[in-house]
């Protein structure tokens, strides 16, 4: 499977040989963290074939069957203050459009803050996760765990996300092969890393244009608490600024969003 990516993968790729493949692990989160703590350098990418642990957001578990989809994890040692990297997760959702729609030619849209979705169905997430340096208060690393679903039948899903998720062979008609998609996801990463800092902006325009939760009803879920809005912007940071039903109006940047009649308002 590694020689099937590197195979895709352009020769000048700079990631080519710090490149991982697992048959199978806990996830590529975990490993990635582990390798970057034993100083694993820039550009690191971790992929494997099935994940028995995949991690999503809020504690959530992934589902990661083999042969299904691309479960990937790079590290990122970008030397700067955790504040710099706040769009790192959009940054790397409008890379994973732009690598979804090279292989299977559908354009996903974004759920705020980390799904890639297709006509109301989840086809992956990002799970982007800084370790700061505590000597220097910089980043030590960053780890963008990505899992996409290329391969799965609507029964091949977990029964509790069967109405909810997709792969990109159910969305776009089309036999996709995880070494492909991974390639790309590779080569989309390389550019976001090129230009993370230098065309930020560029990179937020293109997020606002994807992100599916802007001008929608939403329901805010934060631990005990909920609160009904509307989602009416984003900020310089991919921060989601709300309209709440009282009339304040505030920046999320965290827990669970729920779009109304996406994933039926859960
Ligand atoms: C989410 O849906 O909230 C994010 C899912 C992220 C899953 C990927 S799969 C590769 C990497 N390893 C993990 O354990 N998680 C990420």
Redesign the pocket.
Known sequence: MKEQILSQLSTECPWRDTLYWYDTI?????K?KALAKDGAPHGTV?I?GS?T??????G?S?S?PAGM?????VILRPNCPPEDLMHLTCAAAVAMCDAVERTAGIHPRIKWT??LVFEKK?L????TELCPDPNTALVDYG?I????NCCQTKLDFPSDIQNIAASLSMVSGKTIRPSCLAAAMIEALVDMDRTLFTEKEHIMDRYRKDCITLGQDILLVRGEDSLYGTAVDLDAEGGLIVRFADGSVKTVTSGEVSVRGMYGYI
């Open positions: 806990d996830s590529t989160n975990t990635a971790l494997a994940q642990g995949g991690r999503g957001r809020l959530r992934f990661s989809g691309v479960y990937l994890s980390n799904d989840k992956g997430g990002i799970l780890i765990g990505i899992g996409i």
